[in-house]
């Protein structure tokens, strides 16, 4: 049988015919919309700044009317998942936002960010300069206690633990395996490059579930109808921003133009990096990776599974081309020898 190796261009991203993997320049305009739609959004969360308050959480709740999850069975009832301070335990139905606490045995030091008044005199941040010129970032990584960490007795001249926080959202990946397996066009790309899910249409079959590579899309429980993230679509179309960009008090979760956003993304890392925060790094930042770059991304301390987040994903219908192509040539074989066995058959003897 005929086979496709997995070093192939189809295989590895690099067919310029495969529009299903790989680098997407206009993501709306491949949609369908025309040239003069808006330039693509999305989000830029910068875990570094992440205190864990979940105002985001509750903003997105209360504009998108989401019910409380299900516990033990009765609606609306909040359980108590016995995991330190996080009670929605993963990305829902009912939760669009999600705040991951995550505690190791490293140091850092994180205050209460705190914001100087401009010009000389101002008062100072909780870590802030005396002119107040300090950002609300800069003073809440303590990056110096991080460079001092020593990681053979998990000790240090600070403290001896630290916790990672981390507001996770749906991806609005550039290739959505959700988008794609939908039969109904219940999932659409908006002029904006985001993923929507309308509930009207959606009919509870399921099939974007499993086709999403970071465990996003989930199903209520009433009528199998799957919810996630809109990007605030309603208030992004009147020129606001999401609820819970909005609501952020660090300004971990940053929303606007992605080419922008990607920009400033690149700029905070370098600048963790000169501090000697050598384990950051960003996440769902490549447009070479398994779902083409995506519309909502990380700037992450430590490694990407330690957020519960999958170290390498890759959109389930990337190698659809290929498949095709090996089944076609597959069953191109077996008729082949159908052929050969019926003709073979009808010889005289």
């Known amino acids: 049988m005929t086979t496709v190796s997995s070093a192939s261009p189809a295989f590895s991203g690099n067919d310029p015919a ?10 709306a305009g491949d949609a369908g919309y025309d040239g003069d739609h808006p330039a693509r959004v999305g989000f830029f969360t910068d875990t570094s700044v992440c205190i864990g308050c979940k ?10 009317m989401l019910p409380m999850d299900d516990a033990d069975g009765v609606r609306d009832r909040m359980g108590l998942t016995g995991m330190s301070y996080d009670n929605t335990g993963m990305l829902g139905a009912n939760s669009w936002r ?20 401009p010009g000389a005199g101002g008062t100072p941040g909780a870590h802030g300069l005396a002119d107040g010129s300090q950002t609300r970032q800069d003073s809440v990584l303590n990056a ?15 403290r001896e633990i630290r916790w990672l926080m981390s507001s996770d959202v ?19 790309r908006t002029e904006f490059g985001t993923v929507v899910v309308q509930g009207d ?20 429980k009433d009528d199998g109808r ?14 606001l921003m999401p609820a819970c960009a909005t609501a952020c008090p660090t300004e971990s979760i940053q929303f606007g133009n992605l080419d922008e956003l990607q920009a400033r993304a690149d700029a905070r890392l370098a600048t963790l990096k000169e501090q000697g925060v050598q384990t950051a790094r960003l996440y769902g930042r490549d447009e070479g990776d398994g779902v083409g ?5 990380f700037l992450l301390l430590d490694e990407p599974e330690v957020y519960g987040l999958p170290p390498d994903p890759v959109v389930p219908t990337r190698d659809l081309p290929a498949l095709w192509k090996s089944a076609g040539a597959a069953a191109a074989v077996m008729l082949g020898v159908i052929a050969s066995a019926v003709l073979g058959s009808r010889r005289p003897r």
């Open 293 to 297: 770059g995506a519309g909502a991304f």
């Open 98 to 117: 999600h705040v991951a606490f995550v505690e190791q045995s490293r140091p850092v030091d994180l205050p209460m960010p705190g914001v100087g008044l």
């Open 170 to 188: 749906c991806k609005h990946c550039t290739h959505a395996g959700c988008l794609d397996v939908c039969p109904t066009g219940a999932l659409f």
């Open 18 to 27: 495969n529009r299903l993997y790989g680098p997407l320049p206009d993501v």
């Open 201 to 220: 249409i959606c009919n509870g079959c399921g099939y974007c579930v499993p086709a999403c590579p970071y465990g996003v899309i989930d199903q209520r």
């Open 55 to 64: 105002a985001c959480e509750v903003a997105c709740k209360e504009w998108n």
């Open 144 to 158: 110096e206690a991080l460079a001092e960490f020593d990681p053979q007795t998990g000790r240090s001249a600070d």
């Open 226 to 239: 799957v919810f996630k993230c809109t990007l605030c679509y309603d208030r992004t179309l009147d020129g």
